[in-house]
């Protein structure tokens, strides 16, 4: 009997360490975006530019969408310097904001195609967190959130989805988070935001999956961006506290992923072991793309449930031990 158990044991982990290494360092055949035109929002920093600093290096002709010209400019100076060919490739910026109008939007994206070829690449990167406790949170964050972050991904989408579904091909990644497969203390705004573009990006998988046009959600941990420097400023320290426990990763260590993974045409693009067990515990009904996945997720999502729930009471520690240090610092005041 316990021989057989030790049997079944051993294969359990056999199996799942050949999937993971499958995971980690197989490499599919990926799309090339040689001589194509790549669109990157959020394109002038952070996780952006380094998707618009890659695709350079691979032969595209690119677009960075932002609001700051002068950011702009500068970047733009930085991804003609990465391209692998300066005389076949064209680099531009298009200053708009993205989040405020969508006939705006739509009619920028619709000149840009007739100027720069038509969009083979869409990788919305333009996002924002203000983070604070729900109480603390104005209304004028909250909307500027919403704008920027589902707003924004949405319009640019809206405008360059019919042209991309006539041409049958198209590489389209929304950037959201880890913090839109659990709620956060002191994140309400950007986890409702961050949730939000996951509901967009299946439901358009769905629809765009005929047409040949994939679709990848990038889900990022804390990465060290501007940004991020300026999230850090209004960070309650409890949120600080639970966020460091996941670490900090480099933005070209999440654009090289974000990229390969959009034109190897999966779903999920994740980094690290915590993205990776994340992704796996949150399958849920999402798009499907590989059995090697599909197997993960059935063996490991059960364990993977009450690793979660052992971080969520760790979490709830941390909550509760602020809420106490600061009433005692009250009442020695
Ligand atoms: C990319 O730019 C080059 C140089 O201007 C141009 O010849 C080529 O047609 C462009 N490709 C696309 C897909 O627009
Ligand atoms: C699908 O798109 C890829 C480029 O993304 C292209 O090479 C391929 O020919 C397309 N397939 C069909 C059936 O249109």
């Not at 090697?292 to 059960?302: H, I, K, P, R």
Request: charged share 20%; with cysteine; glycine share 6%.
């Amino acid at each position: 009997m316990t021989v057989w158990l030790g049997v079944v044991l051993v294969a359990f982990v056999l199996i799942i360490a050949l999937l993971m290494i499958k995971q980690f360092f197989w490499n599919p055949r990926l799309k090339s975006v040689k001589n194509k035109h790549v669109v990157v929002t959020g394109g002038s920093s952070g996780i952006g530019k380094c998707v618009a600093i890659i695709a350079a290096k691979h032969g595209a002709n690119i677009t960075i969408i932002a609001r700051d010209v002068q950011k702009l400019e500068t970047a733009k100076n930085e991804i003609l310097h990465a391209c692998e060919n300066k005389d076949a490739q064209r680099v531009e910026y298009l200053s708009l904001d993205i989040g405020a109008n969508y006939e705006n939007v739509e009619k920028a994206l619709a000149d840009l195609e007739k100027t720069m070829g038509p969009i083979y690449m869409l990788v919305n990167c333009a996002g924002t967190a203000i983070p604070g406790k729900i109480e603390d949170t104005t209304a004028d964050s909250l909307d500027k959130m919403i704008h920027i972050n589902l707003l924004g991904t949405y319009y640019c989408i809206k405008a360059v989805v019919q042209r991309m579904k006539a041409s049958r091909e198209g590489v389209i990644v929304l950037t959201s988070s880890q913090a839109a497969f659990l709620g956060i203390f002191g994140y309400s705004a950007y986890c409702s935001t961050k949730f939000a573009l996951r509901g967009l990006a299946e439901s358009i998988a769905m629809e765009l999956r005929p047409y040949n046009i994939s679709v990848t959600l990038s889900l990022p941990p804390d990465t060290d961006t501007p940004g991020f420097a300026v999230e850090e400023l209004s960070k309650p320290l409890e949120t600080k506290l639970i966020s460091q426990s996941s670490g900090l990763v480099k933005p070209d260590v999440v654009a090289e992923q974000l990229f390969k993974d959009a034109l190897a045409g999966k779903f999920f693009s994740f980094v690290g072991v915590e993205g990776f067990l994340l992704v796996t515990l949150c399958a849920g009904i999402s798009p499907f793309n590989s059995i090697c996945d599909l197997l993960l997720q059935v063996l490991l999502m059960g364990l993977l449930r009450i690793v979660g729930v052992f971080h969520l009471v760790f979490f709830d520690k941390i909550i509760l031990n602020c809420m106490k240090t600061r009433d005692k610092n009250k009442k020695s005041e």
